[in-house]
């Protein structure tokens, strides 16, 4: 049976982690939250995370469509945390799939690559997301996971102050899929120098 925590070095000093559980729970600096443009929450892991994070991080949320209106798919914006664990939540907003000829690849991989670089910009040491835009918005959880495992090992080697990666999945089904992609990734690209660090 498949361990729920598989842990991989990247590079000389990054992490990357997939976990199975709920992002509400999490302690790393930032989590990320698979929101909608308007930011004013809603079902899946959105709406867990403002059931726990309380009525502040909506405020959080008006405040920042007030001053620069609703965040485009692919974006990503931070605000604190409220009453989570984690100092920051990052929200952004992925694409809706649609048969995958609607630049859903280039979104998804932009939704990555901006909370990242948000992280580092909050100056984030550590981040978790979810796997974004494979629930409501539909889009298949193999592809999304190639995309998210490549988008991550690509760019973590580029930043500071994030050093560790963590995804937490919500199923079973959605993490053995993380896993194999992380594992195909490792095998396939060897430049990204992904070396997996746990005895499972
Ligand atoms: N922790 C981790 N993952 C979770 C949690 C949790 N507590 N709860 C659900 N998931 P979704 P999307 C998983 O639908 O597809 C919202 O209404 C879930 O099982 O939350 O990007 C927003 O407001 C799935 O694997 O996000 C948007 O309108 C993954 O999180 C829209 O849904 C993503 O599912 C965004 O849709």
Redesign the pocket.
Known sequence: MLSHHQRYRIGKDSSLELVL????EETTDAIVN???SYL??????????HR?AGPQLLAECRKIRDQRGILPPGQAVGTPGCKLKAKFVIHT??P?WNGGDKNEPQILESCYTHCMEEAERLRCESISF??????????P?KQAAQIAMRSVAGYLQQLRSVRLVRF????PH?HRIYAEAANKLAEAFPQYKIIRDDAS
Do not use: K
């Not at 937490?168 to 199923?171: A, C, E, R």
């Open positions: 559980g709920d992002i509400t698979a929101a909608n004013v929450g809603g079902g899946g892991v959105d709406g867990a995370i726990a907003v992925g809706v979810p796997s974004v835009s494979t629930g409501a918005f539909g889009y959880v937490v999945l919500f199923d959605t």
